[in-house]
């Protein structure tokens, strides 16, 4: 998710779950520049950001559509992924260079959901993560204050994340942001993955966010700025991300890949065998 800094999603409202959450919506809802709706009505509605007593949930409004799409960091799920990953030895974690580095910086341009962010903090590394599209930015800052507020993983998430709204394009464009070792991108792609779970997500997320017909772009800024690569991860069998250079090499999985751009090491595509 790359270029969005504005809110602007027809048929986007926010709404409490009880009324004392009402005033808490109500600022969400200022901050956002949506409208607060008390009764939603899925005939005027495309979506709906509901505050719940747990959490920001994300809603389709449609006939039939599946689960809220929420960010949730410490529960089962992650925490089974945090257990039994692979550790340093998860594709992931070879992709980013822990076993050459233990600790490297990362940038996290396309934040989205926060997981592979989150799971490179609990290894050691410092991540920035930038998340250009409001709607997706609120649900990963209620996300990371739930995970903060878990004694499990406060020291993590305060010393190891930061959150950033913005054009990651522009961000990694100032002389004066931040560098870091490791650039990671994510892009969003149509028809990316399989799995029941996933479409429920990217079809949300594409409806608030879009997709990422600049991926390119980002891709050429984020080698500009990483000292050491640049991390693309892509599905498995799709091509790498156009651009003026290729992958030095990648890291194949089930349904998706790594693409690694070594920044002292870049090929040109037209000296590419």
């Known amino acids: 998710m790359i270029n969005q800094t504005t809110t602007a999603v027809p048929g986007l409202a926010v709404a409490a779950a009880t009324p004392e959450l009402a005033e808490p919506a109500r600022i969400l809802a200022n901050r956002l520049g949506l409208t607060l709706v008390e009764t939603p009505d899925p005939n005027q509605l495309s979506a709906l950001l509901l505050l719940t007593e747990r959490r920001l949930e994300l809603h389709q409004m449609a006939a039939g559509a599946p689960g809220p799409v ?97 054009n990651a394009i522009d961000l990694l464009a100032q002389p004066t942001f931040p560098a870091a070792e490791v650039v990671y991108l994510d892009p969003m792609f149509p028809g990316r993955e399989k799995s029941a779970l996933v479409k429920k997500e990217m079809r949300l997320l594409r409806l608030v966010a879009g997709e990422d017909p600049d991926a390119e772009l980002l891709l050429a800024r984020a080698l500009a700025r990483a000292q050491s690569r640049v991390v693309v991860k892509r599905p498995r069998i799709a091509p790498p991300l156009s651009g003026p250079v290729r992958p030095n090499y990648s890291l194949p999985g089930k349904s ?17 065998g």
């Open 256 to 272: 998706s890949r790594f693409d690694i751009y070594l920044v002292r090491m870049v090929r040109p595509v037209d000296q590419a």
């Open 70 to 166: 929420y960010v949730e960091l410490i529960g089962e799920t992650m925490g089974y992924r945090l257990r039994h990953g692979g550790g340093g030895k998860q594709a992931l974690a070879r992709a980013v260079g822990l076993k050459g580095h233990p600790r490297p910086t990362v940038i996290d341009a396309t934040a989205g959901l926060g997981r592979d962010a989150f799971i490179l903090a609990s290894l050691g590394c410092r991540v920035r993560m930038i998340e250009r599209s409001p709607v997706i930015h609120a649900l990963l800052a209620d996300g990371l204050n739930r995970a903060a507020a878990d004694p499990a993983s406060a020291l993590m998430v305060s010393q190891r994340i930061r959150l950033l709204l913005g």
